[in-house]
């Protein structure tokens, strides 16, 4: 019998007077489905000294927690930029472990925070690990004994354009031309994930790698390399989250790979602002056979209640139009489906 995956980009619970409130929209829709994970871009948290909006964190207060257990989301991923520091690593822990949502990406220890989380229904394993380009240089990525989250570095170097590689840069003869940024994943520490991703699979039926990366709309190469090597690995879904933006939607080797989900649930960011008009997206993979039978996302906004809110693709003429444009280079072919859009896997 067909089962149903639910993914979502950023879940940041900060100021969050109701818990009952972000997710009463899309509730009904995650209670339905049979498996549904997020990225949870907070820490439940009570600074000792109280808030500083100089020093402030992530942090939410931890009975806004509640709001995943409320909303239907079964587990979440902890491994990103504001997951840090050792207090608010654990403290978030063990909200998280008090309400029952299970998470992979962040832990006591190296160990720990490379565990991934394995959801059943139905006979049906699905499991799911976690990973962050994007983490502060010290005292954040767990080690043998320290506390932090599961990375894969990344490393940038600026190349001279000696050679033409797009039609938009000129000659290389000319003084003052740009620099070309190149980026790629650290060779051992992508090992490491492309292991742990075999040992996964070797456990569950379907595997979902889920990537804090990214750096506005740009889909970079370290990105693309590190989705092509899950899939290569045993993959069967790759999600990106961390930029905020919808990005490029991509089918590899008849997997789909989210580069960038965008935000979900995020009301209010440093210093208690209150984010744009954001649209985020909210993908669904239908499973059938131990296998991917299918991949669709719908677009989310929010609204001045902060609820977020599936979107009419009628009224998202343009976005649609934007991702099928930046999707386009992959080779994507994006399908509208009522209210949906499906990806088609197989070319």
Known sequence: MPQTLMLTGDVNLMNVADPSVPFRLVAPAFKQSDFVFSNLECCFYEPPGGRAVENEGFFAAPATGAALKLGGIQAVGIANNVNYGEAAITASIARLDELGILHTGAGANRDAARAPVILERGGLRVGILQRTSVYWPTNHEAGANATGVAVIRGHTAYQLPLHKTRVEIPPANRPGIPPVIVTWADPQYLQWFKDDIAALRTRCDIVVASCHWGLHQEVLEYMTEIAHAAIDAGAHVVMGHGPHYSLPVEAYKGKPIFYGLGSFSFYTGHGGRKHGDWVGML??????????????????????????????LANEGKTLEDIAKRSAPFGTKLTPQGDQIRVELKG
């Open 283 to 312: 993908a669904e993979i239908a499973l059938e056979g131990r296998a991917v039978a299918g991949a669709k996302f719908q677009f989310v906004r929010h609204n001045a209640a902060n609820e977020t809110v599936p979107c009419a």
